[in-house]
């Protein structure tokens, strides 16, 4: 069966992009029985500025989140990334497969670096600890992003490479694109972005954590064009029809049929309907996360035994991975 690796940087609270775009999706494979592995990746979110005083918290903010959407620790691998000491081992493996030329020519190190005065060289590196994210299990079915595909494409080169030089070792893996929604969940204050983390203003984005009167506050900011009916054309009118995106991801509901229902609605009166879902449907995962967070032995725990189980597999490979390559010696 397929193995599923899934990554998600703990560079801050949880946002309905990353739920909608991503982690319901993972719940949805984990409850049909699929072999998932959820990682917390704070490696990754060392790749750009960020506060190691607040990095604990994140994680554990994050755990409680991903518990609270449904990710289930009996039954997927919830672990944290940097205690699995096999995934840099193997990173630096694979650096040995590839070339500098190919990493400059990735676009997200030119999308990320352009406003860095000095960007780092994990900015520049990171996919290759992508790939060893996933090789490390031999996951085989990866859920990404459009702009994850060149990382898994990245990631197939050097199982192609490393094969052919050491021998038949790792299996190639295939995209998982998001069935729920094609397009992505974008900012509320420029809906020609997508939704982000790490973009320095909460409005936006709504959080899975913020509060009825936040999200309220939130949608009322959002900007909507100077639309008065509902209208879904992503083209001219990104506001709203982010507006109208969202609705139907947390209806269930096609874009054309809530189209169809609320096209008498004045936009100030969707926008309340729209706000009152959202709250509606939060309100269980929020009180779920405060419950949670109540307990963070339970999250610690979770957290410790996932990664016991992630560290077996990759153990596993690195030890194959090392005769291989002829690293072996004293092992
Ligand atoms: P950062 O700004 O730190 O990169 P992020 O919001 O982009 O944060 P990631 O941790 O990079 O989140 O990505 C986690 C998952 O969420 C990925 O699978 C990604 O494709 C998905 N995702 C991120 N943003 C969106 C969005 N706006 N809409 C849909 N899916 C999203
Ligand atoms: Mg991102």
């Known amino acids: 069966p397929d193995r599923i690796l899934s990554g998600i940087q703990p560079t801050g609270v949880l946002h309905i992009g990353n739920y909608f775009g991503a982690v319901k999706n993972w719940v949805d494979l984990q409850n049909s029985n699929h072999d998932v592995l959820c990682a917390i990746v704070d490696l990754h979110s060392m790749t750009l500025p ?3 005083q607040k990095l604990p918290q994140h994680i554990l903010l994050m755990a409680a989140s991903l518990i609270s959407c449904g990710i289930d620790p009996e039954k997927s691998i ?16 694979l650096s040995t497969c590839t070339t500098l030329r190919r990493l400059a020519q990735l676009p997200q190190y030119s999308e990320k670096s352009e406003y860095l005065e000095k960007p780092l060289l ?22 990404v992003g459009k702009d994850q595909v060149q990382h898994l494409q990245l990631a197939n080169a050097l199982v192609r490479t490393f094969n052919l030089k050491y021998g038949e070792t790792f299996p190639h ?24 983390k790490s973009f320095p203003d909460p409005n936006s984005r709504i959080d899975i954590t913020d509060p009825p009167d936040l999200i309220a506050s939130k949608l009322k900011l959002a900007n909507l064009e100077s639309t008065l009916s509902i209208v879904y054309d992503p083209q001219t009118r990104p506001g709203v029809s982010n ?7 947390l209806t269930g509901r096609q874009i054309s049929e809530v189209c169809q229902e609320f096209k008498d609605f004045d936009i100030e009166r ?10 509606e449907t939060l309100r269980p995962i929020q009180s779920e996360v405060d419950r949670l967070l109540n307990n963070k032995e339970y999250i610690i725990s979770a957290l410790k035994k996932g990664t016991q189980k992630a560290t077996d597999i990759a153990a596993d490979t690195w030890r194959s991975v090392t005769e291989k390559t002829g690293n072996h010696l004293i092992k």
């Open 50 to 52: 960020y506060d190691p």
């Open 78 to 93: 919830l672990f944290l990334q940097s205690e699995v000491p096999q995934h840099t081992q193997l990173c630096w493996i």
């Open 122 to 143: 994990g900015l520049l590196w990171y996919p290759v600890l992508q790939a060893a994210d996933i090789l490390v299990y031999k996951a085989t079915r990866i859920p």
């Open 173 to 196: 893996s295939k995209p998982i694109f998001n069935p729920n929604n094609a397009a992505r969940i974008r900012s509320l204050i420029d809906p020609t972005k997508k939704m982000s």
């Open 243 to 249: 507006l109208i995106e969202m609705h139907s991801a």
């Open 270 to 279: 969707y926008r309340e309907t729209v706000t009152e879902v959202m709250v």
